[in-house]
């Protein structure tokens, strides 16, 4: 069978023919399934694989609100908007009881990130924003799906030479974010599909800030009963 014979045999709207409409639905519902089967597989990896990480992730965010300091946020691109997210769960508990906590979203101020894009580069653009806000005890966590975005390790040298604790969510095998060195807990998810990445991404910050708020109930509940803090 030739080239473009097989082509059409498989995909045979390319060549302006209607695929059968009950074949189409079948082939479709079992992309769905195939999908949603790796979505499970990668998530369950993961946090098989993570499970301690994500813990000890969540104790040292705890140990900055116990301090009074604040994490902050970052990402690009659909990473920007996990950035955002993790922002809105630690300032805006859904959950009836959990006390607001300070969390800052550095990819919030269009005109900052212009600004310092247009200056001196975007590389530059949340190392600009810590050096102007953050201190010695806040937090910060960065998202990234290859682990090789420049302004996020270059936010989070800055970080460490500014005292704070450095949290990464990453996938494939971790890039310039795992390697660099500037990172206190690094979380990579085994995967190269971006989307299946960035589903982990987003259950693993749910659990962060779920582990974060059980870690200072506990606290509190300690207090109560005449105990430390």
């Known amino acids: 069978m030739s080239d473009d014979r097989a082509l059409e045999t498989l995909y045979p709207f390319l060549g302006g023919k209607g695929q059968e409409a009950g074949r189409l639905d079948a082939a479709l519902l079992h992309s769905v399934a195939e999908k949603a089967a790796s979505s499970r597989e990668v998530n369950a990896r993961f946090f098989a694989e993570e499970g301690a990480a994500l813990i000890a992730a969540a104790r040292a965010v705890a140990d900055v609100y116990r301090g009074g300091g604040r994490l902050f946020a970052m990402g690009n691109g659909g990473s920007a908007c996990d950035a955002a997210h993790i922002a809105v769960e630690f300032t805006h508990p859904v959950t009836t009881g959990r006390p607001a906590l300070a969390a800052i979203n550095l990819v919030a101020d269009v005109a900052m990130l212009s600004a310092v894009s247009n200056d001196i580069g975007f590389e530059h653009v949340f190392v600009r924003q810590l050096a102007a806000h953050a201190g010695a005890g806040d937090g ?13 390790v270059a936010a989070f040298a800055k970080a460490k030479e500014l005292g704070l604790v450095t949290i990464g969510l990453s996938g494939g095998d971790g890039g310039r974010m795992r390697a660099c060195g500037f990172l206190d807990h690094c979380l990579v998810v085994p995967s190269h599909s971006i989307h299946r990445i960035q589903e982990c991404h987003v259950a693993a910050y749910h659990i962060l800030w779920d582990l974060v708020h059980t870690l200072l109930a506990d606290d509190r509940g300690s207090a109560d009963s005449g105990g430390a803090r």
Not at 140 to 152: K, P, Q, Y
């Open 140 to 152: 910060l966590i960065g998202v990234s799906t290859s682990g090789n975005s420049a302004n996020l």
